[in-house]
């Protein structure tokens, strides 16, 4: 008996967007297909790598040519038809022997799929299934917040590699239009935009739901930059004008403090509130409550331009939306982020109505924990070197340590700057006495809050990680007990005295 050939369509990215049928399947068979590039890397595969079972059989479906030149006497679609019909018989092969089979296609598999070609090839041979999947086309629109038609409204897709006149052609009619298959094809597709008057509607996105989701205004993109993984979507006239018709966009960004929830201010909170969309670096979104009809766009902490970009990007396009960050927006945090794009980007931008909700800074938090270190003269360091050379930051922590300031170190250590904080340390120690109080502060304000008592001889800079503070007292701080033993810190008002 010859095993089930399935072609699963996983989504257009996002995991949590893959059908709860593709999923108990893709747990079934005992053989997952799946393309990938030359490099090894397969999108379809990323999607579902965690959901695979101990014991399937992988087989990469690796493609001989992409988008580059081929030197097959044949040409490009010789190629591709050699390599299908390959993969058909390793396919054949596990399925004659009794085998489940599914095979992976992003999006849908017969929309734009690589599925059909190996569906053409077996599913007059095998018991054959397709499961259906969100194509990228839907994925992008949900993303960008914008309905494509309405009531009798038509839709068209085109893909990018027609030539321009037919593009024209195609774009000249009324409705709503998707356009894929962009790569190297953009300027071309830019030019049959601009022709057809429909440029000002064109709505850009690249590997919408993915982790990497960028949002861009399409007069800012760059032709030589636009991935394969990226698309155009054009709403019908209706849509785009009930877009922005009563809806002015505004974008916040949003302190949402150390961590308690009791600490977020209700200006902040209300903001949150009204907010259509909400952006920010996973970690600290996934504090923010899901509402209903709102949409939330994570992303890692290291793409801080790219998420003020695309946070301002659906201000621009109507949406109100907010901008998240830990502790207060202004301390090492997105506001400057978001000014700084403004400040580089379109002149369009500089019209929005731009608000910076303060929060409760880390520092605070801590410092309550423990009294008042932070009583007198203080400063602000991050030790991170990443948007900053070293060479800086030693400077301003000998500056800060000859002048007897108090000082809080933003950013301690991360999983690629292991020493910076036992270097910071030593730095200090030559301006300061062994006893010197230190704070360590983890978390603070959350379940797995730790604050931890020492000084400056006995810090040890293996406890501290990236959601950790260091407060270090000057020379004035000082320690004292309670009769309930607990230990407060503070920083004399008075100095030297």
Request: aromatic letters at 6%; hydrophobic letters at 40%; glycine letters at 8%.
């Amino acid at each position: 008996m010859s095993g089930r050939l399935f072609g699963l369509g996983v989504g257009p990215g996002d995991p949590e967007l893959i059908t709860l049928k593709a999923l108990r399947l893709l747990r079934q068979v005992q053989v997952i297909a799946y393309p990938c590039a030359r490099h090894g890397q397969s999108n379809a595969r990323a999607i579902v790598c965690s959901e695979l079972t101990h014991g399937q059989i992988e087989l990469p479906m690796m493609y001989p040519i992409t988008t580059e030149e081929t030197d097959h006497p044949g040409g490009y679609k010789a190629a591709i038809c050699e390599f299908y019909d390959a993969m058909a018989e390793q396919l054949a092969e596990h399925l004659s022997a009794g085998r489940d089979v599914a095979i992976l296609c992003e999006g849908d598999p017969f929309f734009y799929g690589s599925y059909m070609y190996l569906h053409d090839r077996l599913a007059h041979r095998f018991p054959t299934e397709v499961v259906p999947g969100i194509p990228s086309v839907m994925g992008a629109a949900a993303r960008l917040g914008t309905p494509l038609v309405r009531r009798d409204s038509e839709f068209t897709v085109l893909p990018g590699t027609m030539s321009e006149e037919s593009l024209v052609s195609r774009l000249n009619r009324e409705g709503a239009f998707a356009i894929m298959k962009l790569g190297r094809n953009f300027e071309k597709v830019q030019r049959a935009l601009e022709r057809t008057g429909l440029a000002n509607r064109a709505l850009f996105i690249e590997r919408a739901t993915m982790g990497a989701e960028r949002i861009i205004p399409f007069s800012d993109v760059d032709p030589l930059q636009v991935p394969y993984f990226s698309l155009i979507l054009v709403p019908d006239a209706s849509s785009a004008e009930r877009k922005n018709v009563g809806r002015a966009g505004w974008i916040s960004v949003v302190g949402l403090g150390p961590g308690a929830a009791e600490w977020l201010t209700p200006e902040a909170q209300e903001a949150l509130n009204e907010a259509t969309h909400l952006v920010g670096y996973h970690t600290y979104l996934n504090r923010v409550p899901v509402r209903s009809g709102q949409q939330r766009f994570g992303s890692d902490n290291k793409v801080e331009a790219d998420r003020a970009r695309h946070a301002l990007a659906l201000a621009e396009a109507g949406h109100r939306v907010c901008v998240v960050s830990s502790g207060d927006p202004g301390i090492f945090a997105m506001a400057s982020a978001v000014l700084e794009c403004i400040e580089q980007g379109p002149a369009s931008w500089h019209a929005l109505d731009i608000r910076i909700l303060p929060g409760l800074s880390a520092m605070q938090a801590a410092a309550s924990r423990v009294g008042a270190p932070l009583g007198h003269d203080f400063c602000v360091i991050s030790l991170s070197d990443r948007l900053k050379p070293w060479e800086i930051v030693v400077k301003r922590l000998e500056a800060a340590a000859r002048a007897d300031f108090a000082i809080a170190l933003y950013n301690p250590v991360s999983s690629e700057r292991l020493w910076q904080l036992i270097e910071a340390r030593s730095i200090v120690a030559r301006h300061r006495g062994p006893q010197t109080p230190v704070i360590l502060a983890r978390s603070v304000g959350r379940p797995d809050e730790r604050v931890t008592i020492t000084d400056l001889e006995h810090l040890d800079a293996t406890e501290a990680d990236m959601q950790s503070i260091v407060l270090i007292g000057s020379s004035t701080t000082r320690t004292m007990c309670m009769e309930n033993g607990r230990k407060l810190i503070y920083t004399p008002r008075s100095y030297g005295r």
